[in-house]
């Protein structure tokens, strides 16, 4: 029997990859839960788990091949489907007309995100049998204790994966993880805008040089132009006195010498934003068609620019964390992010993004909204200008915010009083933690 692996999805965005590379070649034996690939994809390159077992028929995709389309075949192997129901008995199969000879077609698992899949069942077999579920599955739920029979498994036949675990409890099931809508579906009902090319602009041939588009600036351009097409947004700007905070960050830095963690202004601009957001819950929220969502936590992404792109790794549950924490993992995020190294998990979602081009020498700017986000927040350079205090005029540092909003949620009223909380909390630091 021969068995058809899919370039999977690897990400809500994903609509093609790259296989970066095989970790496999024609004739290797392949067990269930083997790394066998590399996929590169808009944000970052995966490794790419087996679901089946048997040996590699074919390499159906040479290494190094750009824009794969999710579920086109990239390998085939002989073997039985994991998970796939026992054969009939003798009598029933000689009564039975014979089954046409198509290879099924299975998706590689990875062991940062599972594909999307049909509806979930139960994960044990219908004998009480095998449970079926990923190696990295079954180590994660032996670390938190947790009963693999109780689950019910989102990957291929009711297959356990990573994501299943990750979300139960102990003695609990595990939720099942929202399904990922088609690429088609999610296309506009508008035709597309007829770009014409250079040289219908007038540009003559041969006077530039064309750097190919890649996955991810790909999708950075549909999903900023989705964004700036659909979301009725608006801007709001505000300034703020800063020598406070900066005076405040050179001794919480000076404490925290010895421990070799540095917070930057960014960081505390992230700590400030996600206070705010619980202050002014109505701030912290989605549109969406059903109503609005409104954020139990305030899960901070922060824009990092990287080569031909931009990504937003998550500072989850920011409003829970100390300024130390907050430093660590935001280093780490955006030095895995550079290096194309970030999960999934820690790029998808989040409820309020924080785009900082101060260290630029920007004044002010403003971003276009990360949907389903209901705002951005644009950072502008920390530089001495002169205020008035009373009849008299002073020299400050002053940094510039433009909060953009997505009016469906966040109106002028709650944009305003959200931008009142974070100033009062960057003008008067200690704030922050009490």
């Not at 994903?14 to 024609?26: C, D, I, N, P, R």
């Not at 609990?172 to 929202?178: D, I």
């Amino acid at each position: 029997m021969s068995i058809d692996i899919l370039m999977p999805a690897l990400s809500p965005t994903m609509e093609e990859g790259t296989l970066a590379k095989w970790h496999v070649k024609k004739g290797d034996q392949v067990k269930s839960g083997d790394v066998i690939a590399e996929i590169e994809t808009d944000k970052a390159t995966m490794e790419v788990e087996a679901v089946d077992e048997g040996a590699v028929e074919e390499l159906l995709v040479p290494e190094g091949a750009e824009g794969v389309k999710v579920n086109t075949p990239i390998a085939r192997l002989s073997g039985e489907a994991v998970g796939s129901p026992p054969p009939p008995p003798a009598a029933a199969k000689a009564e039975a007309p014979p089954a046409p000879k198509e290879a099924p077609k299975r998706q590689a698992q990875t062991a940062a995100a599972p594909a999307s899949q049909p509806a979930s069942t139960p994960a044990k077999a219908p004998d009480g049998g095998r449970i079926f579920a990923s190696p990295l599955a079954r180590r994660i739920a032996a670390q938190k204790g947790i009963d693999l029979s109780a689950l019910k498994g989102s990957g291929p036949h009711g297959r356990i994966v990573k994501a299943d675990v990750e979300t139960a409890q102990p003695g609990q099931p595990a939720p099942r993880p929202p399904a990922v809508q088609p690429a088609a579906s999610q296309a506009t009902a508008a035709a597309p805008r007829q770009v014409l090319s250079l040289e219908q602009q007038g540009i003559a041939a041969g006077s530039y040089d064309l750097i190919p588009l890649d996955g991810m600036r790909k999708t950075v351009a549909r999903r900023m132009t989705e964004s700036a097409r659909d979301v009725p947004h608006f801007p709001l700007n505000i300034d703020l006195e800063i020598d406070t905070l900066l005076a405040a960050r050179s001794k919480i830095n000076a404490l925290l010498e010895k421990d070799g963690v540095k917070v930057s202004v960014n960081d505390m601009v992230i700590k400030a934003a996600a206070v705010a957001l619980k202050r002014v819950p109505e701030a912290n929220a989605s549109y969406t068609p059903e109503g609005i969502a409104m954020h139990h936590h305030a899960d901070v992404a922060m824009a990092v620019a990287v080569p031909h792109g931009l990504i937003t790794p998550i500072i989850f549950q920011a409003e829970t964390k100390g300024l130390a924490q907050i430093a660590r993992e935001s280093k780490d995020l955006a030095e895995r992010a550079r290096e194309r190294k970030l999960k999934p998990e820690e790029y998808l979602g989040g409820t309020f993004s924080v785009s900082n081009l101060g260290m630029f020498g920007i004044k002010s700017f403003s971003s276009i909204i990360n949907e389903p986000q209901g705002a951005i927040m644009s950072v502008g350079v920390g530089e001495k200008r002169p205020v008035v205090r009373g009849d008299q005029i002073a020299i400050a540092t002053v940094m510039t915010v433009t909060l953009t909003c997505d009016h469906r949620v966040v109106d002028g009223a709650t944009g305003a009083r959200f931008l009142a909380a974070f100033k009062a909390l960057i003008e008067d630091p200690i704030t922050m933690i009490v």
